[in-house]
């Protein structure tokens, strides 16, 4: 039993993965011995319906000046940032000499678009390495954890905001209603809010329950999210769905009758409704198809291993933290993982401490078998890892179901 983070009701958790490792905290063998675990269990709120992890680390042991993930490996990302910096230019900053604050900027992969414009900007990302590379590119940018109390001092320094934007970040911060009040604060009173996160109703639809780790402390629903703006005097007026990340919601928010809300609100709404997201039921549903995913997942690694074949994992996401923890797939199940991310190479990963390996070696000796543990970026990697699938090489996937690509 604990607290809801939003509305302080009691909770009761309807799983439990285990005992988890820091998702991003890729590590050497000396650091083996003293590696940070905690009981990672996930709760529904049953009075304001937010999904929510039970206990997170510190933020200070996720966020700092070693995050090993930076956003610009990913270059479909790239432009779907481009693309939704576009559109916030060109429907949303009308006014003279416009302000765009951005949280959790990493390496300015979207502000990025408004520096070149030269619109006036601020990023803010506590992780001060990809902060730092952010700077580089010339996108203004604090090491800071978001917050009310930070939303004062920006206020204080460069006045209100037209828009705060904010991509797979607000689903990662446990004092969610301080930063909605800093929004509250920050915001002028026309602006708008545009932040997207991965969408509960595609993770319960395809038991992505891979998207559940240390750093997302929530799974958002247009339901929760009406709720926690709408108890500190903000409203929901837009969505706007995405494909990103495994089916992603962006939500546009604003001061209270600000702007009129549109119908798409009203319809998914009710289409939340109908896939029970508002209901207890629906999560002890979606525990067990986690179990059977993880089940047949682990049956189907130590198969293809009983027939002498060698599978490499491909991307060593945040994500696959959970996967490989949860099934308790380790180095006897899977030779090594591919990355293209630097800080990552030469260290293991968390918890099951399998080696992560540079992307040459992927390229070098193609495995009979790899696990698409970055199963978001499908289309990116199909279309770029051709040769491989020429060469005989099978992909293993888990999401919606757990099978050997064909
Ligand atoms: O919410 C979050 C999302 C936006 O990014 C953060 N909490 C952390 C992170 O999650 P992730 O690590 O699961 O993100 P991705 O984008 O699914 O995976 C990135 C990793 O995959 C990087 O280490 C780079 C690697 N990668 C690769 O090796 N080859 C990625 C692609 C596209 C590739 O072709
Ligand atoms: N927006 C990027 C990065 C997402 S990863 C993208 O979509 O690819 C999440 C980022 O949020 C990390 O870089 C992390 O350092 C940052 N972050 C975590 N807590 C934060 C907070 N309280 N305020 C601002 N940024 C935060």
């Not at 803010?124 to 004062?152: H, M, Q, Y």
């Not at 009040?181 to 969408?199: H, N, Q, R, S």
């Not at 500190?232 to 001061?255: C, F, K, N, W």
């Amino acid at each position: 039993m604990g607290k809801c983070l939003i509305c302080n009701s009691v909770i009761d958790p309807f799983m439990s993965f285990g005992k988890m490792p820091i998702a991003n905290g890729f590590l050497t063998p000396e650091q083996f011995g003293d590696e940070y675990f905690f009981d990672m269990y996930v709760a529904f709120c049953p009075e304001c319906k937010m999904v929510q992890l039970t206990e997170q680390p510190d933020p200070e042991k996720m966020f700092h000046e070693n995050y090993a993930f930076f956003s610009s490996t990913s270059s479909r990302m790239a432009i779907h940032f481009k693309e939704f910096a576009e559109h916030v230019k060109k429907d949303f900053l009308n006014a003279a000499d416009p302000f765009v604050v951005e949280i959790g900027c990493n390496d300015g992969i979207m502000l990025q678009n408004f520096a070149k414009a030269g619109i006036r900007h601020l990023g803010i990302e506590p992780s001060s390495n990809v902060a730092k590379v952010a700077n580089e590119k010339g996108v203004r940018t604090i090491s800071r954890f978001f917050d009310a109390n930070l939303a004062r001092d920006i206020v204080n320094e460069h006045g209100q905001a037209d828009a705060f934007l904010a991509a797979n970040v607000m689903c990662h911060i446990s004092n969610f209603n301080s930063v909605i009040e800093g929004i509250g604060i920050l915001l002028k009173p026309k602006g708008v809010v545009m932040f997207e996160d991965p969408y509960l109703g595609d993770v319960i639809e395809k038991t992505s329950y891979d998207q559940i780790y240390d750093e997302h402390v929530f799974l958002f629903s247009l339901t929760s999210i009406q709720y926690a703006f709408g108890r500190l005097g903000m409203e929901l007026i837009d969505i706007e769905p995405q494909s990103t990340h495994g089916g992603s919601m962006r939500y546009v928010i604003a001061h209270k009758g600000a702007y009129p809300v549109s119908d798409k609100v009203k319809s998914q709404l009710k289409k939340e409704k109908e896939l029970g997201l508002d209901n207890r039921s629906t999560y002890d549903v979606f525990r067990k198809n986690c179990e059977q995913s993880r089940d047949s997942l682990k049956l189907l690694l130590q198969e293809i291993k009983r027939q002498g074949k060698q599978i490499v994992g491909y991307a060593a996401t945040s994500k696959s933290t959970t996967v490989l923890n949860y099934c308790g797939i380790n180095s006897d199940l899977i030779d090594y993982i591919s990355d293209t991310t630097p800080i990552k190479q030469g260290k293991f990963s968390p918890g099951m401490h399998i080696p992560v390996r540079a992307y040459d070696e992927f390229v070098k000796k193609y495995p009979d078998y790899a696990v698409l543990l970055a199963w978001n970026h499908a289309e990116e990697i199909m279309a770029k890892e051709k040769k491989f699938m020429e060469s005989g090489g099978k992909w293993i996937s888990f999401v919606p179901k757990v099978q050997v690509m064909k």
